[in-house]
């Protein structure tokens, strides 16, 4: 599927994988979940690269990026997060957000994500599956909106008898 393909999918909401729209594009879960809680944010109107959007658009981008990382660190309860954005498969812009954890295989605990074995990464007990992944995506889809509500509110402020 290209990535113009799955856009109109997730603008369509015909994506289960969605997590949520969030201001720069949707969040998905990754097809496989070799690291649990991977997901990857999808810059939405489609464009390239990252320097194709002007500087409000690349900060919205770069923002909602570390609040998926803020989610996913707070649902999944790992150590830290990794960010990476290449292009180089799926020419469009779009960046990868992995949770790493304590329990990783110590050889491969300190490698970029795509750098441990593809069978691993791809073995067929990390497919995305709803029955297993399911809360997961609801948690973070949850914690994004109390967050995004947190900021909005943070930044509007009610006055009260106005």
């Known amino acids: 599927m290209t990535g113009t393909e799955r856009l109109a999918e997730l603008a369509e909401g015909q994506n289960p994988k969605l997590v949520l729209r969030l201001p720069s594009g949707f969040l998905v879960m990754a097809d ?49 997060t990794n960010y990476a ?28 994500p795509l750098s441990i074995p593809e069978e691993i990464r791809t073995h067929e007990d990390t497919v995305w599956d709803p029955a297993v992944h399911g809360h997961l995506q609801d948690q973070l889809r949850r914690t994004l909106m109390q967050m995004l509500e947190e900021r909005h509110n943070e930044f509007h402020p009610h006055r009260f008898g106005h």
């Open 85 to 112: 954005i290449y292009g180089n498969v799926d020419p469009f812009l779009h960046a990868h957000i992995w949770p790493r954890y304590e329990w990783e295989v110590p050889e491969f605990a300190t490698l970029p």
């Open 32 to 80: 496989n979940q070799f690291l649990t809680g991977y997901c990857l944010l999808l810059a939405y109107p489609e464009v390239n690269h990252l320097t194709d959007l002007r500087e409000r658009q690349r900060v919205m981008f770069l923002d909602d990026m570390a609040l998926v990382g803020e989610a996913i660190m707070k649902v999944t309860e790992c150590k830290r």
